[in-house]
DNA sequence: CTAAGACCTGTAGTTACTACAGGAGCAAGC
DNA sequence: GCTTGCTCCTGTAGTAACTACAGGTCTTAG
């Protein structure tokens, strides 16, 4: 807590994991970071501990992880003990997700693909894609889930 | 605005489109439906083009448009004199949007399944993934983005 | 007449930040 | 000593697109 030159303030930190200033406080506020000490000015002074944590939680990030995920993550991580069933676990069901989301985007991408091919891109006035968004087909609407309707 | 049997009331708005209720409301607050009639008690009465306009907003929804956009939509097929050009613009958009996510997640799925096919999931308390998101080289963050760096 | 159900308004919660406003600490130059 | 400019502080509000109430009113079936 000696205010040396190489103190590791908030910027610091930022500029060393290349995580926003607002975010660190953010990730401090939801517990994902622990308070940091703070200085007599009352300014966080962060430990060499934080900018592993810091980076570990951004990868987890760049990844796709949810915080909740990242922080259990993290308590994995630092709990000596973690098991790679219980890592794994996380893992494997952030991956479920993310192919669930690959699959729906790449209905999408076909979709989209095929009214743009449809479409000319004249002065027409009569565009097949408003045709194909006006041809919402009860085929396609009871596809996406049954409900009940009324006579 | 007589109330007969058949009023579309929000309720069977809702089961005709399959729009929540509550979205439905939303949508209206939004100014992406106009707000309806009312009947004496107050309650919305839907006319059979909101009906058409709603399922409209549904199919946008479902492609991924976001609001915005599927306002746009609608407003250019509302104005009868909408041109395949301008509808186009938008759908092309949405594509480049949806097509750049796509690679992301595609990116992701890479990284992740090969986190999965390295951790043996067992009692080890040695668990590659965890190696993995320590291993925070900055290579990869340099490749995120340059930025100025403290010596 | 009454109880259940549909509906009303208005507000708050969700995710993961980001962007202020308004103030205070801190280092350097004059 | 004083000012200038930077970094930092807290606290709040905004983003997207809903969803979920709370607390009340209207309508209808029995």
Chains 1, 2 share one sequence.
Not at 5 to 29: D, K
Not at 35 to 41: E, F, K, L, Q, V
Not at 85 to 105: F, G, I, N, P, Y
Request: aromatic letters at 4%; a neutral charge; charged letters at 25%.
């Amino acid at each position: 807590m000696c205010p040396t030159a190489s103190m590791i303030t908030i910027g610091v930190l930022s500029a060393q994991t290349g995580v926003n200033i607002e975010t660190i406080r953010y990730y401090e506020r939801e517990g994902l970071l622990p308070s940091p000490a703070r200085s007599t000015g009352g300014r966080r002074v962060y430990a060499e501990d934080d900018v592993k944590r810091l980076r570990f939680l951004r990868r987890c990030r760049e990844l796709g992880f949810s915080l909740s995920d990242a922080r259990s993550l993290l308590s994995l991580a630092e709990r000596d003990a973690a098991t790679c069933a219980e890592v794994k676990t996380v893992v494997s069901k952030h991956l479920r997700d993310v192919r669930s989301k690959l699959a729906e985007l790449r209905g999408l991408e076909t979709a989209l693909a095929a009214m743009e091919t449809a479409c000319p891109g004249s002065d027409s006035t009569d565009c097949p894609i408003l045709d194909a968004l006006n041809l919402a087909t009860s085929a396609e609407y009871d596809a996406a889930g049954p409900r009940s309707r009324p006579a």
